[in-house]
């Protein structure tokens, strides 16, 4: 299988190339910087094509048109829209607004500008699946605690984004689905976070594998269980 994913130099995203690699698919990585992506390079020498890795800013549409005339040169399997922001996490009376725009162009915008322009190459695909890494932060009924401003709404739009998107494509197969990686340890979740990422993708990817048209516009935890809107 033929896998994309974005925001894939560290964390949950380079834990995704690491398992998909290790069982045998190809993986095309989209990262900020090819450059900066040092936990990257020793698994191209070690896997030859089975990992390519690409420039792609999902906030710039040059950069992403770019990529995708790379991408597109093969057919896609599964898209993972992984790349994300945490935004500034402050009360209401310290919110950004320009932090706040840039963590919407990035959370909601960006897989959604990627998606559209991986289309043709997922439609060429045997499997027509894409997953969404969102948060059950962006959730509007588990949400108890408040603040978060930036991250909470750019990921509840992203929620929204996904919903209309499964059912746009539905009749042509797709499966797409939003995920909750849990909290994990990575730089944005923190020295605190109880979850290995190892463990968060292990999960996520059973989903993925798993899911099919019944599952699409639905919102998983890496375990499995259905979050609420």
């Given at each position: 299988m033929r896998y994309v994913i974005t925001g894939a130099s560290r964390g949950i995203g380079l834990e995704f190339v690491h398992q998909l690699l290790r069982r045998g698919d190809t993986v095309d990585a989209g990262v900020r910087s090819p450059e900066g992506a040092k936990r990257l390079e020793p698994l191209a020498r070690e896997v030859?094509?089975?990992?390519?890795?690409?420039?792609?800013?999902?906030?710039?549409?040059?950069?992403?048109?770019?990529?995708?005339?790379?991408?597109?040169?093969?057919?896609?399997?599964?898209?993972?829209?992984n790349a994300g922001v945490p935004g500034l996490w402050c009360a209401l009376t310290d919110v950004d607004y320009v932090d706040m725009a840039r963590t919407f162009a990035v959370n909601a915008l960006g897989p959604l500008r990627v998606t559209s322009a991986l289309l043709p190459a997922l439609r060429?695909?045997?499997?027509?699946?894409?997953?969404?890494?969102?948060?059950?932060?962006?959730?509007?009924?588990?949400?108890?605690?408040?603040?978060?401003?930036?991250?909470?709404?750019?990921?509840?739009?992203?929620?929204?984004?996904?919903?209309?998107?499964?059912?746009?494509?539905?009749?042509?197969?797709?499966?797409?689905?939003?995920?909750?990686?849990?909290?994990?340890?990575?730089d944005m979740g923190g020295p605190q976070a109880p979850l290995p990422a190892s463990d968060s993708v292990h999960g996520l990817l059973r989903i993925i594998d798993g899911m099919g048209p019944e599952h699409t516009g639905r919102f998983f935890d890496y375990q499995g269980a259905e979050v609420p809107w």
């Open positions: 030859g094509n089975r990992l390519r890795i690409h420039a792609l800013d999902v906030e710039d549409a040059a950069s992403i048109r770019s990529f995708a005339a790379d991408v597109c040169a093969a057919p896609v399997d599964v898209l993972i829209n060429r695909g045997a499997a027509r699946k894409v997953a969404h890494v969102s948060s059950r932060m962006g959730s509007v009924a588990d949400n108890t605690e408040g603040g978060a401003y930036a991250y909470r709404m750019s990921k509840a739009a992203l929620n929204m984004g996904v919903r209309t998107l499964a059912n746009d494509l539905r009749a042509e197969g797709f499966t797409t689905v939003v995920l909750h990686p849990g909290w994990v340890q990575t």
